[in-house]
């Protein structure tokens, strides 16, 4: 019996850094009976962050999910077992009830010697050696195939959001195996809207190719909508209803709180005359050197604010609690408030400050579609220093916003209307916005805020400060 559990190991809710406890599994790739290999991806999990795939550390035979989709795993947590073949001419034993295999102790707690598992896009880099699919060894018995039987049951109960499966046996659905390729494959057939499982691969090892992409995307091919979060179920004739607060939505929550209760907020409000500024964003817009950029105003406000940073930089710093400190920053990691179907997100741009408008136009554009399609990694939400929300294009004048936490300032933007205005001693429409800049007082007294809002204030009155202040 030794030899038969040497043959099964035990795959975890890894532990993606940045505090994160747990996980929820989104959607399952495979199924009991299918055959995996190293680096394969298994699983899609949502954090609290964003949505991650999960790779396979091992090669060998799906044996047992131990939860069902839609189901919230501590980390450490084992989700998935597979029997790796280490034990020879041996049948593997049918899995177990999900409750029972969950109080079993584990034989295996240590993953294999030298290898970790690993996020896609995280850790070690994945090992370069190919690997032959393994063939049925003479004697060996061939995989169970899924009954459909089987399948009824996980159809009806992944229609319950939240519900374990009682045994791991009614994970024999079939599961469409999901398509290999690399990644900038991948985003090629992401940036086309070319769904991969559509593509017949001519690779090796059946493995999609640029080309296999570029054919595929011959026709016209539809765009995938964006999923919303799914809504618990309300019995007919009911005037309320309740979501389980999760992911992404109770990270923001206990951000917010903590923010709130810890920083001391200030904010300060300034309206501006942005009647240039937009007329220098209709002008970048026709610009050949700009051509395919995204040029809007939140670009401009953005560079804007960074000018307005480097002329004022004791404003890019973090309170450190436990040693007492206050920590500068000779960078700008300019976070941008992103609304996607999971909730509030802040991801943001590496070293904003030191970027073209070109190259901030481009990072802008990458990280809200990133965003948007719940791919965000928690690399790219971690770091912030300041922080720029858009609450105009909502029709909202101002508001006075909460800190990220761990950031020095954040800068809402209200709605650019048509007001009536004083300018050069005469009465006229003009383009008006209202800007609020709220910051954390133990770093950054008044007369730094102040001049931080009302320098980002006189750029976006007249932008060729860009040029004599840059």
């Not at 951000?255 to 709130?260: D, E, F, G, I, T």
């Not at 005469?426 to 950054?444: E, N, W, Y």
Request: hydrophobic share 40%.
């Amino acid at each position: 019996m030794a030899a038969t559990d040497q043959r099964f190991r035990e795959f975890k809710m890894p532990d993606v850094g940045e505090g994160l406890t747990e996980a929820e599994i989104l959607k399952w790739y495979v199924a009991p009976g299918d055959t995996v290999s190293d680096g394969q991806v298994v699983c899609e999990v949502e954090t609290a962050k964003a949505a991650v795939e999960l790779p396979i550390p091992y090669d060998g035979v799906v044996h047992e999910l131990r939860f069902g989709e839609g189901v919230t795993v501590d980390v450490g947590t084992v989700i998935i077992t597979v029997d790796t073949g280490a034990s020879e001419g041996e049948p593997a034993p049918a899995p177990a009830a999900a409750a029972s295999t969950a109080s079993t102790p584990s034989t295996e707690d240590e993953e294999p010697q030298g290898r970790q598992a690993v996020l896609v896009g995280y850790g070690a880099a994945p090992s370069s050696t190919k690997r032959r699919p393994r063939k049925p060894r003479p004697g060996q018995p061939v995989p169970a195939q899924p009954n459909p039987a089987a399948a009824a049951l996980q159809g009806e109960l992944n229609g319950h959001v939240g519900v374990p499966l009682p045994t791991a046996s009614a994970f024999a659905a079939p599961t469409t195996a999901r398509p290999l390729a690399k990644p900038p494959v991948r985003k090629l057939a992401k940036d086309l809207g070319i769904d991969l499982t559509t593509v017949t691969p001519t690779g090796p090892d059946g493995t999609i190719t640029r080309e296999d992409v570029h054919k595929a995307a011959a026709p016209v091919a539809p765009v995938a909508e964006p999923v919303a979060e799914p809504v618990a179920e309300v019995p007919a004739g009911a005037r309320e209803r309740r979501v389980p607060v999760k992911g992404v939505r109770k990270a923001t929550a206990q951000a917010m709180v903590a923010s709130a209760f810890t920083a001391p907020h200030v904010t300060e409000f300034i309206t501006v005359d942005v009647t240039r500024t937009m007329k220098l964003v209709a002008e970048l817009k026709q610009d050949p050197d700009l051509a395919g950029l995204r040029i809007n105003p939140l670009l401009l406000v953005a560079k804007a604010l960074l000018l307005a940073i480097r002329r004022n930089p004791e404003i890019s710093a973090a309170w450190d609690e436990a040693a007492q400190e206050i920590v500068y920053k000779d960078y700008v990691n300019l976070g941008i408030a992103a609304a996607t179907p999971r909730g509030l997100i802040v991801p943001n741009i590496k070293d904003a400050g030191a970027k073209t408008l070109p190259e901030l136009a481009t990072a802008l554009a990458d990280l809200v579609a990133t965003a948007r399609e719940g791919k965000t990694s928690p690399a790219d939400m971690s770091g912030g220093t300041v922080t720029i929300t858009n609450v105009g294009v909502f029709g909202v004048d101002t508001g006075t916003p909460i800190l990220n936490p761990g950031e020095s300032a954040i800068l809402a933007v209200g709605a650019i209307k048509l007001q009536p205005w004083v300018h050069k001693g005469k009465v006229k429409p003009r383009q008006v916005t209202t800007l609020a800049l709220s910051f954390d007082h133990r770093l950054v007294d008044g007369e730094l805020g102040s001049k931080v809002l009302a320098d980002t204030a006189a750029i976006l009155e007249n932008p060729k400060r860009l040029i004599t202040w840059g």
